[in-house]
T-cell receptor
Framework: DQQVKQNSPSLSVQEGRISILNCDYT??????FLWYKKYPAEGPTFLIS?????DKNEDGRFTVFLNKSAKHLSLHIVPSQPGDSAVYFC?????????FGGGTRLMVKP | DGGITQSPKYLFRKEGQNVTLSCEQN?????MYWYRQDPGQGLRLIYY???????QKGDIAEGYSVSREKKESFPLTVTSAQKNPTAFYLC????????????FGEGSRLTVL
């Protein structure tokens, strides 16, 4: 049973527009949510996180929104750039464990 | 330079052979993790260790073994009992009591011939 799901395997966006990546979870005990970015044949790199007691966190072009009642979080990238093309994973923390979603491949077209 | 080093980056193995993947970190993190990524799939947890000389199974531990004799090192052995070992293996470390952020190595791609 997947506790963290990313239902869109891929997303294509025009350069300069907004990219919205979505993530759903089932366990209400998760206390931290994170987004990672991954290029092929490399390890994931941390992007942004949000505590379960907040509903928004912003860092430059990246904003994460958390809707606890819907058990849903989203990552907004504005404006999108070709260098943002990668696979994005959401992850949720419980204790010392991170559970990852299946990833969404973002393609930003010039 | 602080970070996590995985080796080898690419590894080929014949069926029936055990192989050990190395993971070293100099970030002074207590917790270390091994994940597996298959094409088009997310990261699945194999084993994790929160402290030296202690480790726990993750979601897909069968056919794998680990040791944690030193804080800096968390090697993963893929045994011949692992039925489908061809995959991309990622090691990570972190002080997850803080924000939960994990730092990942560059990964090791294992191919069974």
């Amino acid at each position: 049973d997947q506790q963290v799901k990313q239902n869109s395997p891929s997303l294509s966006v025009q350069e300069g527009r907004i990219s919205i990546l979505n993530c759903d979870y089932t366990n209400s005990m998760f206390d931290y949510f994170l987004w990672y970015k991954k290029y092929p044949a490399e390890g994931p790199t941390f992007l942004i996180s949000i505590s379960s007691i907040k509903d928004k966190n912003e860092d430059g072009r990246f904003t994460v929104f958390l809707n606890k009642s819907a058990k849903h979080l989203s990552l907004h990238i504005v404006p999108s750039q070709p260098g943002d093309s990668a696979v994005y994973f959401c992850a949720a923390r419980l204790g010392n464990m991170l559970t990852f979603g299946g990833g969404t491949r973002l393609m930003v077209k010039p | 330079d602080g970070g996590i080093t995985q080796s080898p980056k690419y590894l080929f193995r014949k069926e029936g052979q055990n192989v050990t993947l190395s993971c070293e970190q100099n970030l002074n993190h207590d917790a270390m993790y091994w994940y597996r990524q298959d094409p088009g799939q997310g990261l699945r947890l194999i084993y994790y260790s929160q402290i030296v000389n202690d480790f726990q199974k993750g979601d897909i531990a069968e056919g794998y073994s680990v040791s944690r004799e030193k804080k800096e090192s968390f090697p993963l052995t893929v045994t011949s009992a692992q039925k489908n070992p061809t995959a991309f293996y990622l090691c990570a470390s972190g002080d997850t009591w803080n924000t939960g952020e994990l730092f990942f190595g560059e990964g090791s791609r294992l191919t069974v011939l």
